[in-house]
């Protein structure tokens, strides 16, 4: 089942996120006793990350029991400015207080970091640093240790470019070329640069998936992914198309603007 959720603007669309994202944790606790979430990156995100690591949506979720994981990543170190986990960490978990404090430029500081991190068992990041195929591939690893084959996200995050992107699964080529691995490091050439990916597999298997779209410049590939044939190889964002969980479309106004019916509705 998908279901749209249209809110004012981008401020409630974080607010909005947020207050999923806790909703999902208290559910997934009360079934499972734990909470695994998989983080997206983006100025929403982090935004509702902000909302999240303070009162009072704070203090409505058992933090002790929730892992984090990652949907997609730059291949950049951890505290690379441009390093999806750096955000999270930033926003949402060292305001938590799980982990330490944030990575120094120093290797040697960083590598001590991200090991307490691990060894605590909560936060699974995928490493950015590292020869990109091989990255994915260990990171494939983790996700079916901890998580099972398909590994199955109590919630996954997701964002929309403009392009439809999503994740790392840009447009011009197959998203589901090496569906298989679960996780890829695609070339992106408009970057000229790799990325780290969940594949369209992995994504299918999330309980609950949430994608978040903001502003006029995402209108045309929301209505395409929502409206339009199914094209994933222009239009990635339709891969979530095949999830087998509850997907979630949440979106301001003004990404909402060129649909048939720009209301809350379940589609």
Known sequence: MSQLVVVAGEAELARALAEHVAEAAREAIAARGRFDLALAGGSTPKAAYEL??????????????????????????????????KMARDALLAPLGIGAEPVEAEPVEAELVEAELVEAGRVFRMRGEDDPP???RAYAAELVQRLGDPPAFDLLLLGMGPDGHTASLFPGSDPFAGDAALVRAPYVAKFAACRLTLTPRAIAAARKVAVAAAGAAKAEALRDALEGPYDPQRRPIQVVRRTDGTLTWLVDRAAAALLGAPASRTV
């Open 134 to 136: 091989g990255a994915a």
């Open 52 to 85: 999240l690591a303070a009162a009072p949506l704070r203090d409505t979720v058992d933090w002790a029991k929730v892992r984090f994981f990652f949907g997609d990543e730059r291949c950049v170190p951890p505290d690379d400015p441009q390093s999806n986990y």
